[in-house]
């Protein structure tokens, strides 16, 4: 009887340690869950603007900026990044200094709230920098009024292509002033804003764009990235060659895999098109050997690089 009883308590015991276990692994999945939501992407901390592409504005220095702005020997006051300690002269340090304070938005704390849909903080909607606790989060207190809504629309559209840059691919098949032709105004159309109407005063004109814009729906943003991905690896979809704008999806929400795909003169067709566009942000032609290695990477990372930087994290 001792026996049975010492053996029924044996398998409680091993119950109860199987179950403390269980929660314990339970508790460290979430735990490296919010890790993962939390640190910032390769595009948060290294995007640079096309159109801005000094080096020393990648987010990363605006966020080292922030937590000490006294360093002299922050590598944002340097003559470059290449590791030489050449201060520039004060006058150029005062000018990024400003430029910092004025782009504070753009530290890749904030757009980890924007890409966390407001989970941990909204500060990136302040009109000026938040007061941060001891955490570096906003303040629950803080009372630093909001952005306006132009000043919010033009974060969120930074954010949205540092993200994802294909959408300021140029189409190359476009005249100078059909900017609404732009992967990010299909982008738009597709998600029911209203800035591809943009000027369309006559009925004919927003009719003709609205039409356009359907026809041509693989050339949104996804469907590049879709393409682009496609050259490198297996991909676990190809919306861009499929028949329809829309297919139907299954009980997950994904696109089912038996969708009708285009006509094999319609794929190539798209996939020229694909090429031509991307082309110019590589900044040189491309074969089709090209599009197999990690050099594709380099129009989308928003600054110049050199040979040796393909080698380094900066690429991600």
């Known amino acids: 009887e001792c026996e049975m009883q010492a053996e029924e308590e044996k398998v409680v015991l091993e119950k109860e340690d199987m179950t403390r276990q269980e929660e314990e692994a339970a508790y460290l999945a979430m735990m490296a869950e919010e890790e993962l939501a939390t640190k910032p992407e390769g595009w948060q901390r ?36 290449s590791g030489k300690k050449r201060p520039i002269p004060e006058e150029e340090q005062e000018a990024r200094e400003q430029w910092m304070k004025d782009n504070w938005w753009k530290a890749p704390k904030h757009s980890t709230e924007w890409k966390r849909d407001g989970e941990g903080g909204e500060g990136w909607k302040k009109a000026a920098q938040p007061e941060e606790d001891d955490d570096g989060m906003t303040r629950d ?18 954010f949205k292509n540092a993200k994802n840059p294909e959408r300021q691919v140029v189409d190359p098949e476009a005249a100078a002033d ?3 032709k732009k992967p990010s105004m299909i982008e738009d159309f597709q998600e029911g804003g209203d800035d591809w109407q943009r000027g369309a005063e006559a009925p004919e004109e927003k009719q003709k764009r609205e039409e356009w814009l359907k026809d041509n729906w693989w050339k949104a943003p996804k469907q590049i990235e879709e393409w682009t991905k496609a050259q490198k690896e297996d991909p676990e979809q190809q919306t861009w060659k499929r028949a329809a704008a829309e297919p139907e999806e299954d009980d997950d929400g994904m696109n089912r895999n038996d969708v009708e795909e285009a006509p094999p ?13 991307v082309e110019p942000f590589h900044g ?18 928003g600054e110049k690089l050199k040979d040796d930087d393909f080698k380094g994290e900066k690429l991600e």
């Open 141 to 158: 207190d803080d009372e630093t009024p909001e952005a306006t809504p132009e000043q919010l629309k033009e974060r969120e559209d930074w």
């Open 265 to 277: 003169e319609v794929v190539a067709e798209r996939e020229a098109w694909y090429k031509k566009a």
């Open 284 to 301: 040189e032609k491309l074969n089709d050997d090209d599009f197999k290695g990690e050099k594709l990477e380099e129009p989308f990372h």
């Open 46 to 81: 290294n995007y640079i603007d096309p159109e801005n592409d000094e080096w020393w504005k990648m987010p990363e220095y605006i966020g080292q900026y922030q937590q000490d702005p006294e360093d002299t020997e922050a590598p944002w006051r340097m003559e470059s990044d």
């Open 178 to 180: 059909e900017w609404w």
